[in-house]
């Protein structure tokens, strides 16, 4: 099964809002609210930042937000800071019971 | 505190068998609804789901790797489990276990600090 399909990169200044797209099928993102977003930082682990589509988990920043429309994901990361900039990985559920993962987005703040 | 510690062998040979342990603390995997997953990330590369164990014994593999991969857990000592057999270079990666506490398949909340695998002769 491949993975799931991200930008590459996405970029924002300070202030601005960015958003990242995270594109599936049916068989996954389309067919189940099980679409998460994690964020990781350069030697770290990863992080849970959005889950079930767009629940926050406690702690987490409002300015985080994520949805779904069909088969694509999106995470939305509003009045952009520099302690954003990291990569940012989406996953999803399947309909085989297990998780898939998308290629990973670098977001850099300008 | 929910915390989780991956150990394990940081070089394997080869066609050796790798077995990495999960230590956890702050939850208990006979609680409804706890699950364990392991992920493992190559240098540079993208987050790639290996298995997973729920606290009803039920176990899930990457359909890719499932033939190589066994999840088990001890709810005694707090651990679990990973076996991947016939190690290849390409199996190099940092291998990260994290928790999900929810019904079905959300996202992973709490997860260890990793622990990096080189495969080499």
């Known amino acids: 099964q491949s993975a799931l399909t991200q930008p590459a990169s996405v970029s924002g200044s300070p202030g601005q809002s960015i958003t990242i797209s995270c594109t599936g099928t049916?068989?996954?993102?389309?067919?189940?609210?099980?679409v998460s977003w994690y964020q990781q930082h350069p030697g770290k682990a990863p992080k849970l930042m959005i889950y079930?589509?767009?629940n926050r988990p406690s702690g987490v920043s409002n300015r985080f937000s994520g949805s779904k429309s069909g088969n694509t994901a999106s995470l939305t990361i509003s009045g952009l800071q520099a302690e954003d900039e990291a990569d940012y990985y989406c996953?999803?559920?399947?309909?085989?019971?297990?998780?898939?993962f998308g290629g990973g987005t670098k977001v850099t703040v300008l | 505190q929910v915390t989780l510690k991956e150990s394990g062998p940081a070089l394997v040979k080869p066609t050796q068998t790798l077995t990495l342990t999960c230590t956890f603390s702050?939850?208990?995997?006979?609680?409804?609804?706890?699950?364990v997953s392991w992920i493992r990330q190559p240098p540079g590369k993208a987050l790639e789901w290996l298995a997973r164990?729920?606290?009803?014994?039920?176990?899930f593999y990457s359909t890719s790797l499932k033939t190589r991969l066994t999840i088990s857990k001890d709810t005694s000592k707090n651990q679990v489990v990973l076996t991947m057999t016939n190690m290849d270079p390409v199996d190099t990666a940092t291998y990260y276990c994290?928790?999900?506490?929810?019904?079905?398949?959300?996202?992973?909340?709490?997860w260890g600090q990793g622990t990096t695998v080189t495969v080499s002769s």
């Open positions: 079930e589509v767009s």
């Open positions: 049916s068989s996954d993102v389309g067919g189940y609210n099980y």
């Open positions: 994290a928790r999900t506490y929810s019904s079905g398949w959300s996202g992973m909340d709490v």
């Open positions: 702050g939850f208990s995997l006979s609680t409804s609804g706890m699950r």
């Open positions: 164990i729920d606290w009803d014994d039920d176990k």
């Open positions: 996953s999803s559920y399947t309909s085989s019971s297990t998780v898939i």
